[in-house]
């Protein structure tokens, strides 16, 4: 039987600080042959704790998976918060954890890791009750970006403020959205901006504005691109849905079609979105926010 070493946490955005814990455990596990396990929890805990108020998510389950395995996580557990594991006494958490995985050599935490009925716990009760039982114990400083400690709280602020640039520092990689595109009423292509459009709706909702953005096709090329995400209140009267609609700026491959599924890569907020007044002022508009979205990805006019 492997070993594990167990890396905890919500793991919400898989940012700097989370992978940093991974890392942790990745380390030890080269050391013995092990397997790098991510536990982490569904739902959020806030859902049990203040259901009134839950936590927004930065990611949803499959894309945390896929962030979580791409920092080194052979394996992704998804550990049920309810009552009972809520109401889990700190002093048993060790061993239910010993017990839930066999062969369990070290876990790796945050140095922030609360646990336990009432959060008793804490990373300093877990290493001495693992020094007694022989799992090491790792408790992971914060990692810092721009001065400060890189935390879900933190990217989220960022991404309903627009700032993109910070958030995706402190997530490592861009920040995404990803669906099937569906065909639209042809308006970009009569303001000559033909879009791609891609219904999306996240928890945590970004900054409504245009960005400049890459669009991975399905056949894995990142095309350089003009977003607005947004509900077009210079086109739509009254409530809708927020819609991502992007522009390739210099297509190099096949165009994405309706029913593709794509990812937008969000790179760097170019404004905010706002009322025109009329279609050749929006279309004046698009033609500075594509300019300007080629000279933040580095590809000129």
């Not at 167990?6 to 814990?21: Q, S, T, W, Y």
């Not at 070290?106 to 039982?133: I, K, M, P, T």
């Not at 991404?159 to 970009?188: F, H, K, S, W």
Request: net charge neutral; charged share 25%.
């Amino acid at each position: 039987m492997r070993t594990i070493h167990l890396a905890i946490g919500v793991f919400d955005g898989a940012h700097a600080g989370h992978r940093a814990v991974l890392a942790s455990a990745r380390a030890a596990a080269r050391a013995d042959g092990g397997e790098v396990v991510a536990l982490t929890f569904e739902p959020h805990p806030s859902r049990v704790l203040r259901p009134a108020d839950p936590t927004l998510l930065i990611l949803g389950k499959a894309a945390k998976e896929e962030r979580l395995a791409e920092a080194g996580a052979d394996r992704v557990v998804h550990q049920a918060f309810d009552e009972a594991h809520r109401s889990l006494e700190a002093e048993a958490y060790l061993p239910w954890l010993r017990g839930a995985f066999p062969g369990l050599r070290s876990v790796h935490v945050g140095d922030n890791f609360r646990f336990g009925r009432g959060r008793a716990g804490d990373a300093a009760s877990l290493r001495a009750a693992g020094e007694a039982a022989g799992v090491a114990v790792r408790a992971l400083p914060p990692v810092i970006v721009r001065g400060e400690a890189a935390s879900s709280s933190r990217v989220r602020e960022a991404l309903r403020a627009g700032d993109v640039a910070l958030a995706n520092e402190m997530l490592v990689r861009p920040y995404e959205a990803e669906g099937v595109i569906t065909p639209g009423r042809q308006l970009g292509r009569r303001l000559g901006l033909p879009t791609l459009n891609l219904p999306w709706s996240p928890e945590l909702i970004p900054a409504f504005g245009v960005y400049a953005a890459e669009v991975i096709t399905a056949e894995g090329v990142a095309e350089p691109a003009v977003m607005n995400w947004g509900v077009r209140p210079t086109v739509e009267d009254g409530a809708v849905a927020p819609l991502c609609e992007a522009h390739l700026l210099r297509p190099t491959g096949r165009v994405p079609a309706p029913g593709d599924r794509i990812r937008l890569r969000w790179l760097a907020r170019i404004r905010e979105e706002r009322r025109f007044a009329g279609l050749d002022a929006l279309r004046a508009q698009v033609e500075e926010d594509k300019g300007e979205a080629g000279r933040v990805l580095g590809i000129g006019e």
